[in-house]
């Protein structure tokens, strides 16, 4: 129930499959493309949320599948452009180059960008509607000092039409005139390799949904995605907060998740790739012989492995996971660890313990 009172928004899912086999390549679902002119003609406001950044798509070639990736970070590099002029972008250590006109492996002129960043939408939107008035919000337009507030302010002013942003623009924010809430590739945060993909979703989802009818007018929402019959996308529709938890705790039970049972994150960092490899490799195996052996009730060990991002600034990452329904198991388990390192002279690797972390490493 809303604190002010009103309803809540009707909630429209949108499956870009089925508008794909049906000829619709835009950015814009049909649904929302009807919805953004309706809107238009009534002079009331809507957003439109991305959870991507800038143009920051990244490279890859058609031909041979290459991806143009950070020579210091193993994550691929992102298409940004500045001044009029495009360059690939590292988010993790700030490494930059130029957009290559071939493949670098296998010199194909079929290399580009996917660009699905909040100033594409904003130039299709322009080019769909072009009297819209707009407003742009996200980590590139918000640099300078107070430009967050004023964008906020010139919006809730009604000095444009349709907000576009990314998550900054659907936390806990309030406009009464805002009608309608689009939602682009709402499902791409399922994709990270994260146990609690579904939460972030749904918590997203549910928080961008509850932008439109905040005041007199009702709201609608438009959720676009690929995958519609998700319990995440479907919970989040309807504002069904236990609905979502009864299915997501089924999930945490039978993987030995959190909050069902407890976790500890053990990573490590290395200058070389081997070491750390061997060192990651070392620790997981002291576990295994103390714990497993004693046959500790639902223990289990994940990894070792390379972290989700390798490498940044040339420090090698590797990380394993140990589940455990008792936490003072996990807490020996951290004590074990920590003799073996004091047993190692050197001191050239770093290792990080982190219980019930919140995101994969």
């Known amino acids: ?158 000095d444009a039409d349709v907000l576009i942003g990314t998550q900054m623009i659907v936390k806990g924010h309030d406009f009464p005139r805002v009608t309608l809430v689009g939602v682009l590739a709402a499902d791409i945060s399922l994709g990270a390799g994260d146990y609690r993909a579904g939460e972030k979703t749904f918590q997203l989802l549910t928080q961008a949904v509850g932008r439109a009818g905040r005041g007199e007018l009702p709201g609608e929402a438009v959720i676009q995605t690929y995958q519609p019959e998700h319990y995440a996308v479907t919970h989040a529709a309807g504002q069904d907060y236990e609905g979502f938890y009864n299915e997501e705790i089924i999930y945490r039970e039978m993987m030995g998740y959190p909050p069902v049972s407890h976790m500890l994150a053990v990573q490590v960092f290395a200058g070389e790739e081997g070491r750390g490899a061997r060192l990651a490799g070392k620790l997981a195996e002291a576990v295994r012989r103390r714990f497993l052996g004693e046959g500790t009730p639902r223990l289990g060990i994940i990894g070792p492995a390379p972290a989700s991002i390798g490498r940044i600034n040339d420090i090698f990452r590797f990380v394993f996971y140990v589940k455990c329904a008792k936490y003072d198991k996990l807490v020996q388990i951290k004590d074990l660890l920590e003799e073996e390192l004091q047993r190692r002279q050197s001191g050239e690797e770093l290792v990080q313990f982190d219980f019930n972390p919140m995101n994969t490493m």
């Open 1 to 158: 129930e809303r604190l002010t009172g009103g309803t809540l928004p009707q909630v429209h899912i949108v499956d870009l499959r089925q508008e794909l086999k049906e000829g619709n390549r835009s950015i814009f679902s049909r649904k929302l493309q009807e919805l953004l002119a309706d809107r238009l003609g009534k002079g009331e406001q809507s957003i439109l949320f991305l959870n991507r950044r800038g143009y920051a798509g990244f490279i890859s070639c058609r031909s041979c599948g290459h991806v143009v990736k950070c020579p210091h970070c193993d994550v691929s590099l992102s298409e940004h452009r500045a001044a009029g002029r495009t360059a690939l972008v590292c988010h993790y250590c700030g490494y930059g180059e130029a957009v290559p006109q071939a493949c670098p492996k296998c010199g194909s002129k079929f290399i580009g960008g996917f660009k699905a960043g909040t100033q594409q939408i904003e130039e299709k939107l322009k080019e769909m509607f072009p009297g819209a008035r707009t407003l742009r919000m996200d980590a590139d337009t918000t640099r300078a000092k107070n430009s967050y507030e004023q964008i906020l302010s010139s919006f809730s002013n009604g």
